[in-house]
């Protein structure tokens, strides 16, 4: 089959030469048929991304019987033409802030790991806690901040003195 001036006019053709419909394709390959009828019309801005048209029109090559490194070699100069999808897009989003890395920060923890640390962590605290309060408790006087006291009888006494114990024999 000789090179023709473009994809759409290849896949188009070739479809045609089998005599096969659009749903007919679109039922074998899996494609939807607005995707297909926008790759015969070399519409591609309807794809978001160029490696969605490469995947179709690998797919819909090799159905075919197409040569496909060939129709793939004319896609990319196809796609280098347009302004759309001229370059490829970037791996990564710019740069975020500080929340963005913390959450992608915590988005890599695993959180069954991460449940037994921390609650390993809190028995640790409370046993430092526990063990801390119960030394200062054992440190402190009981009779600290008593006031003196003085000792009254509710006898009167006047003047008379407690008996001395019996001596010992």
Avoid: C
Avoid at 5 to 17: G, N, W
Avoid at 56 to 81: G, H, I, N, Q, W
Wanted: charged share 20%; net charge positive; no cysteine.
């Amino acid at each position: 089959m000789p090179v023709m001036s473009t994809v759409a006019e290849q896949l188009r053709q070739a479809r045609a030469a089998r005599n096969l419909t659009v749903q007919q394709v679109a039922d074998t390959i899996k494609m939807r048929t607005d995707h297909l009828v926008a790759l015969e019309e070399g519409d591609y801005s309807v794809f978001s991304a160029p490696v969605y048209i490469r995947g179709f029109v690998r797919t819909y090559s090799a159905m075919l019987k197409l040569d496909v490194p060939a129709m793939m070699a004319v896609l990319d100069a196809e796609l280098a033409a347009t302004k759309k999808f001229s370059e490829p897009p970037p791996f990564t989003d710019p740069s975020h802030g500080v929340l963005d890395f913390i959450m992608l920060q915590l988005s890599k923890v695993d959180w069954r790991k991460g449940v037994v640390v921390l609650a390993a962590v809190a028995v640790l605290v409370a046993a430092f806690s526990a063990l801390s309060a119960w030394r200062r408790a054992k440190a402190a006087d009981p009779l600290d901040g008593l006031k003196p006291g003085v000792y009254q009888s509710t006898q009167s006494l006047s003047g008379e003195t407690l008996p001395l114990p019996a001596p010992r024999r």
